[in-house]
Structure formats: C-alpha cells, structure tokens
C-alpha cells in the first residue's frame, strides 16, 4: 500500500512516520520550498507525548522542550483563580512537553528523513487536485517544473487550514471563520520565573496573556526561551480578518500593546516589557472552521487543521493532529481495505474533534478566567465566593476529559 500525504507539517510527517511503521509506503507533498523551523511556543499534552513516544521521539522531545510541571489560571491582578498540576506531576504516565513549534517539527521531520530517506518529503510541490477509482488515488501536484500526476491506494489530506484536499471535497464551504479575535506570539529569553517550569494564563473577557517557557538556555540557569501570547478582540464575529491567515506574519507591537499595558498587573512578569524585548513576533486571526459532516471518502480522508481547525485555546491542536496520525494507522493495519480503515478513522476521530472545536469556541479550559471576570472584573477577596470550587473544577477537568487528557 503506498498513502500520499498533502502537507509536511506535524500531523502529515507524524501520520508518515505511524504509516511507515506499519508497513505503508508514503510520499509526503509539501507546498512550502523546506521545512522550516518556524513559530514560537506549543504545548504537547500527555496523550500525544505518549504517542510520540511510542515513535521513539520522546527523548528528543525532553531535551528540545520543558518537562511543564504546573498550569496557574489568573486574573489580570495575578490572583489565582485555578491552578493544577500537569503531565506526571498530575497522574499521567507520560509528560506534558512545552517546546518551540520549529523545534518539534524538526526532530518529526529529523525522523521522518532518517526512516524513510530523503525522497519520502517533496518540499516545493502542492497537491492541487485528486481524482480516485476502484483501485486508487491519483493526484495532480504543482510545482517548479509545473504539473504532474502521481498515483496511490489512499490520499491524506493534512494540508492545514486552506487545505485543497479539504476545498475539493467541500467546494462550496467558504473561507475560515474569524471570531474577531487576534492573536500575537512571539517568544523570547527571559528570567526563570518560580521553577522555570511553570505555565500561566492571564486576564478574562477583555484579553488574555499566556506566559510559560519552551527551552532551557545553555549555561544559564536563571533564564529560559519564553513564548507569550495575546489575545484580543479587535473585530466583529464572522467579518473577515483585517489580514489573511498566515501562520508566518509578523506582529506590531503598537497593536498589541494596548491589550495589555497599564491593564495587567500580574506581578511575576510585565507583559508589555517582554513584548517589548522580543524582536520579530507573529500575529494571527483566531479561525477555525464550522465541523464537517463526514471526512472520509472512498479513499481519500483529512486529518490535522484540514480536518478540525480549531481556536488555540486548551493547548491541543497539535496534539490533536496527533492523535489522528496513530488512530489513521491502527485502522489502516486492522481493516480489510483502506476504504474500511478510513471510514473507522473517520468514526472514531470526527466525533472527538467535533467536540473540541465546539469547547474552544466557547473559551475552553480558559473559560474559568472568563468567569471570575465577569462577576469580580476588579479581583477579588475570596474566589470561592466568586465561583465556587466545584464550578470552576468542572469546567476545567471537563475540558480534560473532553479532549482525552484527564488523568
């Protein structure tokens, strides 16, 4: 069996690696002309760690990333309105790793060359059409020399939020939905805050900062590379993004400065005095896109943001796309034909998803902070009497449970 992915990123050269594993021959297209080490900050949770893991991955992963040790959720004044433990402090037999995005797609692709060879991932070619039969897939790709047609038994469609696989399945669906809020990333060297293992999420309705490191800095103990993030609301519900969706544009801090200077007073960091420090940071529309009634035809089938875009809260986007790539390959080793295998994949995964993209618009695990907001805007004295302990504990570990998380 030969599978063609559409898209080099964490979920197409994850799901290469599952394949490979099992058997599958696989080509992977990638619009891009290299994979790049790009981005800032991601959290991988402790399901997908183990997954990764399971590849052999896990002490690449420990040594690029930070072992997260404790999740705090607070108001803009830096009072606690929730705080957990993460990863094996909390229960779990595998870790929550925090690690720069470009790092961990270089250690996946790093073991995608070395196991199935440098010709396994063609950079500078889009998958722009496909075409399917009885007894296979073919697809049309584009690239420097122009356009060529090449032939498998399945075709994953793992090109991201613009996915053409996904466009030709659904023609009619439209663009990305913007909720009106921005996002602003970047990340920095900064001063170890508490073990230097910590992550936070600040602010409430109005924005939210996100602080927490991604990587030790040599010979430095008192320092680590720290991502933040902000998120504001700058436009209406569904109006389109004053900029198109793109992953890599940078950010102006004349723009995100106003969310959070002389607003937060957090204590343990300055938001605007570390926006301020970092150089070049990225700026991007919250988008997702409204769930699909079905991602599996014949054999074709979408996984990752092709198939579940979904807002950047609860830290589970590239964990999600993860955990497509090992469910895609069980069904695939388990089933009679590949046709089967995705409908199964389908089955199992669609549903979860769904259920996430819909608790992410509604804020997610973050939505504790939205609460305690909303009823004590100035802080408070008490929390409990703001939000009991059981609302604000139902909220989060539902999240936990809902996402595949929970300990």
């Keep these: ?36 080490e790009l981005g800032v900050g991601i959290n991988m949770l402790p399901h997908a760690v183990k997954e990764l893991a ?13 072992w997260t040790r404790e999740l705090l959720y607070t108001n803009r004044f830096g009072q606690v309105v929730w705080q957990e433990l993460r990863g ?15 790092r961990l797609l270089g250690l996946i692709h790093k073991a995608v060359i070395e196991q199935l060879g440098p010709s396994a991932v063609r950079t500078g ?6 075409r399917q039969s009885e007894g296979g897939v073919t697809i049309e790709v584009a690239d420097r020399g122009g356009r060529v047609e090449l032939s498998g038994d399945l075709l994953i469609g793992a090109d991201g939020i613009h ?31 508490r073990d230097g293992r910590t992550m936070a999420i600040a602010g ?19 320092l680590r590379l720290t991502n933040w993030a902000v998120m504001a609301k700058t436009g209406e519900a569904h109006a389109l993004p004053p900029r198109p969706e793109n992953w890599s544009r940078f950010g ?6 106003p969310f959070v200077r002389d607003r937060f007073r957090l204590g343990f960091v300055d938001p605007a005095a570390i926006i301020e420090a970092t150089g070049e940071f990225y700026e991007y529309p919250n988008c997702d896109r409204d769930p699909l009634p079905r991602w599996s035809f014949g054999r074709v089938t979408l996984l990752g943001d092709a198939a579940h875009p979904m807002y950047p809260v609860g830290s589970n986007g590239a964990s999600q796309a993860i955990l497509d790539a090992r469910s895609l390959a069980d069904h695939l080793l388990s089933r009679s034909s590949a046709e089967v295998a995705l409908d199964a994949y389908d089955a199992e995964r669609r549903p979860a998803t769904e259920k996430i993209v819909v608790s992410n618009r509604n804020g997610g695990p973050e939505r504790v902070i939205d609460t305690v907001d909303a009823r004590a805007p100035e802080g408070f004295v008490d929390v409990d009497a703001i939000a009991p302990h059981a609302e604000r504990q139902a909220i989060v570990s539902g999240y936990a449970r809902l996402a595949g998380f929970d300990s």
């Design 1 to 36: 069996m030969k599978a063609l992915i559409a898209g080099g990123g964490i979920g197409g050269l994850t799901a290469a690696l599952f394949l490979q594993r099992i058997g599958v021959e696989v080509e992977v297209f990638e619009r891009a002309g290299e994979i790049r």
């Design 54 to 66: 399971s590849l052999g991955l896990q002490p690449a992963l420990e040594a690029a990333g930070i």
């Design 88 to 102: 094996i402090e909390a229960g779990h037999d595998h870790p929550q790793i925090s690690i720069h995005r470009g």
């Design 252 to 257: 102006v801090a004349a723009e995100a400065l």
């Design 163 to 193: 996915s053409n696989v996904r466009a030709q399945l659904y023609p009619d669906e439209g663009p990305p939905i913007w909720n009106g809020v921005m996002l602003w990333r970047g990340c920095t060297v900064w001063p170890l805050w």
């Design 125 to 130: 070619c889009t998958v722009q059409s496909f």
């Design 204 to 222: 409430g309705n109005f924005a939210k900062f996100v602080l927490y490191p991604i990587a030790s800095v040599p010979d430095r103990d008192d």
